[in-house]
């Protein structure tokens, strides 16, 4: 059940509302393809729910995600992570990014290492940035990869490092537009995670709000 706006007391204005459902759209639609529309969802009033770990304010099922108008913009990007990671990858794919994550960091509960390699991604795509066209983009964005290389590269070594990158970029891109969830997909990620991960925020001073 969601939880209202009310309750939280929080407000964001129909000028931040639009704008951020903008961002969501643009950002989903260069991820998954223009005729996708309907795979996400924006929430205008509320979070999803409320979770023994705080408010849930981003959540990916199988068919679709779903966001508050209350998450940071990153949540865009953790969710869309989850769905090509979980949902678009085949098993031989996502096994590599999974076993880099549970040797480096040495968790092997599934539900840990795709939450792990989301932070990761969402870590990259705010040094980095999204992609951009023109002079100017490329190379401010050739100095962020840089930086972002040597912040994951500490945690990973260079090797894993590069593959990770590749991937990231990969997704960012779009060149897992074109791919299906496939029935096996589907029936891993309903029994590995009961049908639901979740992006959750909490206020650590009140535990009552969300953070923004
Ligand atoms: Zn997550």
Known sequence: MAVSADELNIRVDDEEQQSFSNAVDKYFKTVFGEDQVGLWEVLQKG??????????????????MTLSMYAPESAAWHEAFHRVTELLLTEDERSVF????????????????AEGL??????????????????????????????AGIFVVRKLGIKDTRKLFAFFNDINKGA???RTV??????RFNRLFDGYLHYTVTNQTTGQTVDL
Not at 98 to 109: E, F, N
Request: hydrophobic share 25%; with cysteine; aromatic share 16%.
């Open 176 to 178: 897992y537009r074109t």
């Open 182 to 187: 496939s029935k096996e997909n589907e029936d």
């Open 47 to 64: 979070v999803i729910q409320r979770l023994p770990t705080g408010y849930a304010v981003g959540e990916c099922t199988t068919d679709l």
């Open 98 to 113: 999974y076993k880099i994550y549970q040797d480096k960091y040495g968790v092997s509960d599934p539900r840990s290492v």
């Open 118 to 147: 989301a932070d990761l991604f969402v870590d990259y795509t705010s040094r980095v940035g999204l992609p951009k066209n023109g002079k100017f983009g490329k190379i401010k964005t050739f100095f962020k990869s840089i930086y």
